[in-house]
């Protein structure tokens, strides 16, 4: 797979609004030698950007936080995505979310794990809409990271919005 500091597999970043659809992102890792924990967005990074992710299959991605997506100050829509077995060493192991406010809607989200918080999604300061979802078998491994927020789901680490029509099991 490839790697890169932020985004192994796609990066967008200001303004950028590029349809992303009908993809396999599998295998990609965000990380960054010099430091214990940088890496963002295994398999998609996002940063003050408007992308459409339709459709994809997005698995076996790794990286410090969102090993599937990472969108920071985003206002993404992220819909009909299989997202599984990606994951994260801090948080978000399908899809950490850091301000903005995307739409994520219509996703698998199954058999994703992060150390910290959210093993399937991890929100920070964002007014997201997270709405029917299936969301399956993710999981906290813990301990959590030195500065980052204990959790008390495996599914969400929710410090912004809430979810609704989610259909949420073990």
């Not at 398999?43 to 790794?62: R, V, W």
């Not at 985003?74 to 301000?99: C, F, M, P, Q």
């Not at 007014?127 to 495996?154: F, H, K, M, V």
């Amino acid at each position: 797979g490839n790697w890169a500091t932020q985004g192994g597999g796609i990066a967008c970043d200001y303004a950028a609004g590029p349809t992303i659809q009908d993809n396999d992102i599998t295998g990609n890792r965000a990380v960054d030698p010099g430091s214990p924990i940088s890496g963002e967005g295994g398999a998609i990074f996002c940063h003050q950007a408007s992308p459409t992710l339709l459709e994809n299959t997005i698995t076996d991605n790794t990286s410090d936080r969102g090993a599937g997506v990472y969108l920071a100050s985003s206002w993404a829509l992220v819909e009909d995505n299989e997202l599984s077995r990606n994951s994260a060493t801090v948080s978000g192991g399908a899809i950490g979310i850091n301000g903005g406010a995307p739409t994520v809607r219509g996703n698998r989200i199954r058999d994703n794990t992060a150390v910290g918080s959210g093993g399937a999604v991890y929100l920070y300061v964002a007014s997201a809409t997270i709405e029917d979802n299936t969301i399956a078998s993710n999981r906290c491994l813990g301990p959590i990271p030195s500065g980052e927020t204990p959790n008390t789901t495996s599914a969400f680490c929710v410090a912004a919005a809430p979810s609704r029509n989610e259909t949420i099991s073990d």
